[in-house]
């Protein structure tokens, strides 16, 4: 039998007796047993239309012998049942029930993604999940659920954005800094020679420059980067961000406590080698965002900070 993660979230009507109701369903799956259910935590909620009422968010352990295409088209029948309304994507809903982890399977296809795309970074489906299930492994990033939900709590306030195309990168994270209000890497340091006038795409130079920015030693000189690096730094002090990613950061360097990587039209080249770059594992959350529409990209890569940082005020995202 396959070891399988849902997570279960509710902000309409009766919430709890939804999330009872939708156990229960679940557990009477055929060839199905449930091990475990987490208590339920309330929680804000994060992207979506504005106005929405707070969450109860749960998970739940199941042995199965479907499928993952039949425990997820299980478990959308029971969404069905329930009363879910799928109109608005984030709006607020009755039921709200995904497939987080199928064993260590990964899986991409247009009806399905495992394990789910944005569990490695959202503390809403981490904290809960690792009440019963903080030992299974995350395959894409190679981690525990325990370890990426210790890395959030410990990391800085720092958010590295990349994407295949540099341009691409730096238009975002400079965006994500406006709304924000956040200070951006590049320009802590205007008088290095890889500043962000002059910071070469690839390369010597170019690694070199990012290993400069990101020591931690470097960090501690600049009173606006330092205050970000307690794990008690002040709750709504907005992240740092950077329009590069260092993977695989070297000791003493300054690591993201999310990496924004937006996956859209690029040559072919550059795309397969981003993509291989992703598909490594030991990188931590990374939130994959797919896509041209540039509000749509925007909002999405808010909603994830939001999801690291639920304290963080960001105007126009709730």
Same mark, same amino acid.
């Given at each position: ?60 352990? @199941?042995?199965?012998? +479907? =499928?993952? *295409?039949?425990?997820?088209? !299980? %478990?959308?029948?029971? #969404?069905?049942?329930?009363? /879910? ?62 370890? @990426?939900?210790?890395? +959030? =709590?410990? *990391?800085?306030?720092?958010? !590295? %954005?990349?994407?295949? #195309?540099?341009?691409?990168? /730096? ?148």
């Amino acid at each position: 039998m396959a070891r399988c993660l849902l997570a279960l979230g509710s902000n309409l009507g009766d919430r709890r007796e939804m999330l009872s109701r939708a156990t229960l369903e679940a557990a009477a799956l055929p060839n199905s047993r449930l091990l475990s259910r987490s208590q339920w935590q309330v929680t804000e909620p994060i992207g979506g239309p504005g106005g929405q009422g707070a969450f109860l968010n749960g998970s739940l352990l @199941l042995d199965t012998q +479907l =499928d993952p *295409a039949e425990l997820s088209s !299980a %478990v959308h029948e029971i #969404e069905r049942q329930l009363g /879910r309304q799928r109109v608005v994507r984030w709006d607020a809903r009755a039921i709200d029930i995904d497939l987080l982890l199928y064993d260590l399977q990964e899986i991409e296809t247009e009806q399905l993604t495992i394990p789910h795309p944005r569990m490695s970074f959202r503390r809403f489906v981490l904290e809960p999940a690792c009440e019963i299930a903080g030992s299974m492994i995350h395959p894409s990033s190679g981690w525990t659920l325990a370890q @990426l939900l210790r890395y +959030l =709590d410990n *990391a800085p306030r720092y958010v !590295a %954005v990349t994407a295949a #195309e540099p341009a691409s990168a /730096r238009r975002l994270a400079t965006q994500l800094c406006q709304v924000l209000g956040s200070p951006q890497l590049e320009r802590q340091f205007p008088t290095s020679a890889t500043g962000p006038d002059s910071l070469p795409s690839e390369g010597v130079e170019f690694v070199q420059g990012m290993a400069d920015m990101l020591h931690e030693s470097r960090w501690r000189q600049v009173a606006e980067l330092a205050a970000r690096l307690p794990i008690a730094a002040e709750p709504s002090l907005p992240p740092v961000v950077s329009s590069f990613w260092c993977e695989g950061a070297e000791a003493g360097l300054v690591r993201p406590a999310v990496v924004i990587a937006w996956e859209k039209s690029s040559p072919a080249k550059a795309q397969a080698k981003f993509r291989q770059m992703l598909s490594r594992s030991g990188h931590g959350p990374v939130a994959r965002i797919q896509g041209e529409d540039f509000p749509a990209v925007l909002s999405e890569a808010l909603a994830a900070i939001r999801a690291v940082w639920p304290t963080l005020p960001v105007d126009g995202v709730s």
